[in-house]
């Protein structure tokens, strides 16, 4: 047989054609037509799919139909495995050790491509790009995936504006505030990516505010503090998040005071995102609360119940899951402030019912609410152990949960994955999902390196108890 110069997309196709006869067609639409082939030789084959969650399902449900459907097909028994594809290779999970995927599939959304070619040009463009920071700009955030609301509306259209022309407008600076997880963080990436897409020139600096406070501090320290305004002083763009945080240090404010003068009277665009009205910010002084209300406020509010369902439905399909209406209605009114709160949800849905072999019906989002405690008596979810690890070591929660692997972010994430393991009855495969789609290996990694440093060493120990404490006592039911 000639089966090895035969393509493997042929083949895939023969195979798919098998297995569509055995299955219901939502089924195979679901779970199938996503599918992509990799590789596909006496040896191996190697399906890419959209997301880890989509990997495990397939895997569980369906390997022994696979297998069959390929030895009927094609007379090979080659080793099946799966590979997720996503927006950039660095990002790839794989639940086997094959080759990373060549091909980046719909999963993608439409932006990151043009960025990343922004970004690699940018790095060397000009030579003004601080690699540094604009590496930190989170490929998710982008307009493309913000789901447009009441709540939202005033505060998207104003962004796009800025993206547009940063500097030149009468927006700046720009304020976005509102409450936790509504997507400040995610609006304020999106126009330094956005700006720098029509733009890979500019240089954009994205900075928690964290941030600003400890590289100053850390300036200080080694008496560099020129190369320090150097790097924020010199952006086009000045994305600072979270400004209520500036509010803990004189000097860092002080060194602020001048940052945003001397970026203000350049006609560079500075954008701060706070989590209530900067004129409300108690501890901040006058100069700088007026500063702040020279250009534009923007209030974010949480999203009406259609802009919930609407967001359920993009994330599901990002990751190329199909979420049923029903369904997406009843996670929407289940939770109903936090939008980190709602992906979580949906995370943990996805989870459970590759646990419980099931499909997302309403029965296991049911499961899931049950899952996720009893709302009136505790609010204790993974997203909130991680917000409160994530400001006990001064990270951003977005850091703690995402790819970096500077020692201290590490270290943290592990006593956060280790916290979530003890307070919660969450299994280890959603906890992996929630910690940005880590294996369920890696948490128990993770609690084990825990375990064993709190055993050598008493003050990690001691931080470790107190942690869980503080966490505990801020949840427990009143
Ligand atoms: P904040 O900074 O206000 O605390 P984030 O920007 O971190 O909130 O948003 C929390 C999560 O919710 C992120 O994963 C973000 O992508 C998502 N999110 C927030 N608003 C939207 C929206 N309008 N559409 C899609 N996703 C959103
Ligand atoms: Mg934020």
């Not at 960025?115 to 003004?128: L, Q, Y």
């Not at 406020?297 to 199909?322: F, S, V």
């Not at 049911?366 to 006990?392: C, F, M, W, Y």
Request: charged residues 25%; negative net charge; hydrophobic residues 40%.
């Amino acid at each position: 047989m000639m089966l090895e110069t035969q393509d493997p997309h042929e083949l895939w196709a023969q195979c798919l054609l098998n297995i569509e006869r055995q299955v219901r067609p939502q089924s195979f639409s679901n779970w199938f037509r996503p599918t992509h082939v990799n590789r596909f030789d006496e040896n191996q084959l190697v399906i890419q799919v959209p997301s880890l969650f989509f990997a495990d399902w397939v895997e569980n449900h369906y390997l022994g139909m696979i297998q069959s459907a390929v030895e009927e097909e094609t007379t090979l028994v080659p080793k099946v495995s799966f590979v997720v594809a996503q927006a950039s290779e660095a990002d790839s999970v794989q639940t086997s050790p094959a080759t990373p995927p060549a091909v980046v599939t719909r999963a993608e959304p439409s932006l990151p491509a043009a960025e990343k070619a922004a970004e690699n040009t940018g790095d060397n463009g000009a030579g003004k790009a601080s690699p540094a920071h604009e590496t930190s700009l989170n490929e998710r955030y982008i307009f493309e995936d913000f789901v447009i609301g009441e709540g939202n509306r005033f505060a998207h259209a104003m962004a796009i504006a800025v993206a547009k022309s940063p500097g030149n407008t009468q927006y700046n600076p720009m304020v976005i505030y509102g409450a936790v997880g509504l997507g400040k963080t995610h609006l304020l990436q999106a126009i330094g990516h956005h700006a720098r897409h029509l733009d890979p020139d500019l240089k954009v600096v994205y900075v928690p505010s964290e941030k600003f406070m400890s590289d100053f501090i850390e300036s200080l320290k080694n008496h560099n503090t020129k190369e320090f305004q150097k790097t924020y002083r010199s952006a086009d763009i000045l994305l600072v998040d979270d400004i209520q945080f500036l509010i803990r240090g004189e000097q860092t404010r002080n060194e602020f005071f001048h940052t945003f003068n001397a970026l203000h009277q350049a006609e560079k665009q500075i954008v701060m995102t706070c989590d209530s009205p900067p004129g409300e910010l108690e501890g901040l002084e006058e100069r700088l609360k007026s500063r702040f209300q020279w250009g534009l406020i923007a209030g974010i509010d949480p999203p009406d119940l259609e802009t919930r369902i609407a967001i359920l439905r993009q994330k599901a399909e990002r990751n190329g899951i199909h979420l049923p209406d029903e369904v997406a209605a009843f996670l929407g009114s289940y939770i109903s402030s936090n939008i980190r709160e709602l992906e979580g949800a949906l995370i943990h849905l996805m989870a459970y019912c590759s646990i419980h072999k099931s499909e997302l019906t309403i029965e296991a989002a049911k499961g899931i609410v049950q899952a996720r405690g009893p709302g009136q008596t505790s609010n204790l979810t993974i997203e909130s152990i991680q917000q409160q690890v994530a400001e006990h070591f001064n990270l951003t929660q977005d850091l703690l949960i995402g790819k970096g692997r500077k020692q201290e972010v590490t270290a943290a994430r592990h006593i956060a994955m280790f916290l979530v393991k003890r307070l919660t009855r969450n299994p280890l495969t959603t906890i992996g999902l929630h910690f940005g789609n880590r294996d369920h290996s890696t948490v128990i990694h993770a609690v084990r390196t825990v375990e064993k440093k709190c055993k050598n060493d008493t003050s990690y120990a001691r931080v470790v108890e107190d942690l869980s404490e503080a966490i505990r006592r801020q949840h427990a039911p009143e």
